[in-house]
């Protein structure tokens, strides 16, 4: 009994280990569905998520950023294969959004158009998400034809 025992845990440790070894990678991380709204752009190795900003597991990433945003853009690098963008408006109307990839500059772009006006406070969240390091070294932003810079970029 004692040998049969022995045998059966042998062969169970050397299962397991045979599947971890030949693990299949999982392209990206599930995402609650009640957090995503939308996915905007779907380019290699990289996808772009619109997240609930008022969604509670969005509000833990906006706690980053603090409480007094300005108007603008803020970057949140949480690790190699996650980054959230906020875009904040509360005199600026941002509209016309769109990710593009450069892959061999290795630069990715947000362009977008804003218009000067009341807006009553409003987050849009992004999450771009690769299933390997971040395929860019650079995020280029784009406002209404023109450079632009973030207001507040953050690292974990």
């Known amino acids: ?13 050397l299962l397991m280990q045979t599947a971890c070894s030949y693990s299949v990678d999982v392209n990206y991380e599930e995402n609650n569905p009640e957090i995503v709204l939308s996915e905007n752009t779907k380019l290699e190795n990289l996808r772009v ?14 706690n980053i950023f603090g409480d007094e945003l300005k108007d603008g853009i ?40 804003t218009t000067e006006g009341s807006s009553a406070n409003k987050k849009k969240l992004f999450l771009l998400e690769s299933n390997k390091k971040n395929p860019y070294d650079e995020i280029k932003l784009l406002n209404n034809g023109n450079d632009d ?3 507040g970029v953050y690292t974990q």
């Open 49 to 62: 998520l619109e997240l609930d900003a008022n969604h509670e597991e969005s509000k833990k990433v906006l």
């Open 1 to 13: 009994m004692k040998k049969r025992l022995t045998f059966c845990a042998l062969l169970g440790l």
């Open 149 to 151: 810079g973030f207001i």
């Open 74 to 113: 803020y970057a949140y690098d949480e690790n190699e294969h996650k980054t959230y963008i906020l875009i904040n408006s509360t005199t600026r109307n941002y509209s016309d959004y769109s990710f593009k990839f450069n892959k061999e500059k290795k630069v990715l772009t947000l362009t977008y158009t």
